[in-house]
């Protein structure tokens, strides 16, 4: 999975210029927004213009991306984007053009890293056959294999903000909740204790090292079974429960 990195488009030799927004793009050459959200990216058009007047040898844009795995980006990239909303059909393809412009956006960009694939953006109803007509070409054009056509939803699931993304906790969340059915069902509070004070440690540490979100997952699943849990109001295994909820409930932030 990709997700943006605006670090790397801010930190490219181009951005003290031509830094823009995608939508800003689109509105200047279709008059229309197309994307929900700000996608920070490179203005390689009003680069290669303000050079050599040509504003149609390049890709369109160069927007940061990294590899997300295990809530953490790395491969920090460039991906160049082509914006093709206007097209009607994929009946005059211009192979030549398109290669040339992405030929010259690499080079502008060297030495920085670029990503393997590229992308042409399409409206939905043509997205489908350019996606035919790359798969056909690609058989005997190496290079057009790295060709991506799709639309703007498929964009939007390419690459995505790392901020909407779940977290992906570290340990087996029901693992943790299978423990504790089974410390409980063997030996009531007392052996489940021991269980929830291991995970109590762990929380602290992990709280230390700032991994907030490992302990907030981790919290949630003891919280849930502890209340799931009911004793006779009054009794000592009651006032025990509501001491160790209240323990748990201390390694959840607001």
């Known amino acids: 999975m990709f997700v943006y990195s605006q670090d790397y488009t801010y930190q490219s030799h181009l951005s003290p210029s031509y830094l823009a927004e995608l939508n800003n793009l689109c509105q200047r050459d279709y008059r229309r927004l197309y994307f929900r959200e700000t996608i920070v990216c490179l203005d390689l058009d009003a680069y290669e213009s303000a050079l ?17 795995r295990d809530n953490h980006a790395s491969g920090d990239r460039h991906l160049l984007v082509e914006l093709r ?7 005059h393809f211009d192979l030549v053009n398109m290669k040339r412009k992405v030929a010259h956006s690499r080079d502008i960009l060297n ?3 670029i990503n393997d694939d590229v992308v042409f953006l399409y409206e939905t109803e043509i997205a489908p056959c350019a996606i035919s007509v790359f798969s056909r070409l690609s ?19 390419y690459v995505v903000n790392r901020d909407t993304l779940p977290y992906e906790p ?16 063997l030996g009531g509070l007392n052996l489940l204790d021991g269980l929830v004070k291991y995970w109590l440690e762990q929380m602290a540490t ?21 209340r799931s849990l009911s004793f006779e109001e009054g009794t000592i295994e ?17």
């Open 139 to 157: 058989v005997q054009d190496k290079e057009i294999k790295k060709w991506q056509a799709m639309d703007v939803e498929g964009f939007n699931n």
């Open 111 to 113: 030495p920085e890293l």
């Open 52 to 68: 050599s007047g040509d504003n149609d040898a390049t890709m369109d844009a160069a927007t940061g991306i990294a590899e997300w």
């Open 206 to 226: 992990y709280n230390l090292r700032y991994k907030h979100a490992e302990s907030d997952a981790i919290a949630g699943v003891i919280l849930a079974f502890l």
């Open 170 to 185: 570290e340990n087996n969340l029901n693992e943790i909740e299978e423990d504790l059915k089974k410390k409980f069902a």
């Open 85 to 91: 909303f206007g097209y009607k059909s994929t009946r």
């Open 238 to 254: 009651a006032e025990f429960l509501s001491l160790r909820i209240e323990d748990v409930e201390h390694y959840i932030r607001d």
